[in-house]
């Protein structure tokens, strides 16, 4: 029996077949960060230069990203890890509806079009099953620089009905410090006439990395990381050539994989500070950590029992919440897992059970009390985070698990599996093919070389 999914929508075709209590050792290198190159090719809309992205992985979440840019005319070379982007034809301000669902940061395009062409037509934001997700933090800064929106069967209609079809500076607060909606208003604001405010903006990493980018194209872009950012408005931007920063959450994905399994583990290239919430918690659950330059070195001990609460950054990250939860099931002691950015990011605490943790959930808190060991089974992945918490899981364990649902995890891990591999965990994608019976199905597997797999 595969647990986890009321819906028949996953991936059945392939899952990942791991033998649990394993151990990690070696040196990983962490991929560019998925929300970062997100936005940075969103942004590169804003200009009829060239943009030269280095550092970007290979995702789905990308590809669907880079589909929808080729859809409205940008022309895209990808050269391994770096793509060329050149925006000067974009005749379409329109995104189609099959092209942004599921991703959630499609949304995000709306500030940029709008800025550059006057008007957008974007439909309502799909992305991970966690929660309602609205976008009045978006409109309600957009109407505000002056944009008049109105949203007719699930499409947001954004036109600008000004002389010179520019938006107007102006103060913004947000009542939620909202990572996409900081990312939209940055870009809107950057080719609006005169000097935005924007008040209790997200301060993560990426929306940093995306305000670098957007000053060298020629942007005036003061204090990004801080919670007043403030942009002068400029009437035109240039290309340039940037890295993508490493992804946070891949690398805090292996530091949890590591304290989970006793192991120590080196990971590179990162941005240590990026990570103090994580490592500030491993720690305090029994890691040591060594960080040296752009590296973190891992050497899980004894785990203990810690509390965490999700924050938006600095404090720990939403998107770490469900693989820390994993190494929690196995602690010695209780820990208590506070959910405060998604209503509903818990599917994993169920299946978690279901392999024998501990766990009473109380509407977004969790209470684990830690047990010597969990057992190996098949299981699907609802989400992208749950998915990786399922995979540690899985190394934990006795015996053998298979994890399904991967078409969630390939949107975020740029091969995730072969850097396990390479750390030395038994892990193998399966390749299926499927009969179906009545209710259940039996899976036939056919395992193949994980060099011919490509997530993306
Ligand atoms: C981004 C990240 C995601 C991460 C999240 C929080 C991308 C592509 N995704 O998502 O991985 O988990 O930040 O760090 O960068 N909200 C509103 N109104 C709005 C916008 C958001 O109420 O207009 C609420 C959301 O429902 C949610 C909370 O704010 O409860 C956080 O959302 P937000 O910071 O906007 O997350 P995303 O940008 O969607």
Redo the contacts with the bound molecule.
């Keep these: 029996m595969v647990c986890g999914s009321k819906k028949k929508s996953y991936l059945k075709s392939q899952n990942l077949k791991i033998f649990g209590q394993g151990k990690l050792n070696g040196i990983v290198q962490i991929s560019g960060a998925?929300?970062s190159a997100?936005?940075l090719l969103t942004a590169s809309l804003l200009t009829n230069e060239r943009i030269i992205l280095e550092n970007v992985p290979r995702l789905t979440?990308i590809e669907k990203m880079r589909n929808i840019l080729e859809n409205l005319g940008v022309n895209l070379i990808d050269k391994n890890n770096k793509l060329e982007i050149d925006s000067k034809n974009i005749s379409i301000k329109e995104l189609p509806y099959e092209l942004v669902n599921g991703l959630?940061?499609s949304f995000?395009c709306i500030g940029a079009i709008l800025t550059k062409f006057g008007e957008a037509k974007v439909p309502l934001?799909g992305?991970c099953d966690?929660?309602?997700?609205?976008?009045?933090?978006?409109?309600n800064g957009l109407e505000a620089l002056g944009a008049e929106i109105i949203i007719e069967e699930g499409i947001v209609k954004a036109k600008i009905k000004r002389k010179k079809n520019k938006l107007h500076g102006t103060h913004i607060k947000l009542?939620?410090?909202?990572?996409?909606?900081t990312?939209t208003l940055i870009m809107a604001a950057s080719l609006a006439e005169g000097r935005t405010i924007i008040e209790n903006a997200?301060r993560?990493p990426?929306i940093q990395d995306l305000c670098q980018m957007l000053n060298k194209m020629g942007a005036r872009i003061y204090d990004a990381g801080k919670e007043k950012i403030i942009i002068d408005g400029v009437n035109k931007l240039g290309g340039c050539t940037h890295k993508v920063i490493p992804d946070r959450?891949e690398a805090g994905t292996f530091l949890i994989a590591a304290a989970a399994t006793s192991s120590s583990i080196t990971i590179s290239p990162v941005i240590p500070h990026h990570l103090e919430a994580v490592i500030n918690k491993l720690q305090e659950s029994g890691s040591k950590i060594n960080i040296k330059g752009n590296s973190i070195t891992i050497i899980g001990k004894e785990i203990k029992g810690v509390d965490i609460y999700t924050a938006?950054?600095p404090g720990f990250?939403?998107?770490l919440q469900a693989p820390f939860t994993a190494l929690m099931t196995i602690a010695k002691g209780e820990s208590k897992i506070t959910e405060t950015?998604?209503?509903n990011r818990m599917n994993h605490i169920n299946l978690l059970k279901k392999m024998g943790a501990s766990i009473k959930l109380n509407k977004n808190i969790a209470y684990i009390k830690g047990v010597q060991t969990i057992k190996g089974m098949d299981l699907v992945g609802s989400d992208l985070r749950s998915s990786a918490a399922l995979i540690i899981a899985g190394i934990i364990a006795e015996g053998i698990s298979k994890i399904y649902g991967l078409d969630h995890l390939d949107r975020g891990y740029e091969n995730f599996e072969s850097k396990l591999e390479k750390l030395g965990i038994k892990i193998s994608r399966e390749f299926n093919h499927k009969t179906f019976g009545g209710k259940s199905y039996k899976i036939e597997t056919k395992s193949e070389e994980m060099s011919k797999f490509r997530a993306a």
């Design positions: 998925k929300n997100l936005v979440d959630r940061a995000f934001p992305g966690i929660g309602s997700r609205p976008i009045d933090e978006h409109i009542n939620f410090p909202s990572v996409g909606a990312e997200a993560e990426e959450i938006p950054f990250p939403t998107d950015i998604f209503e």
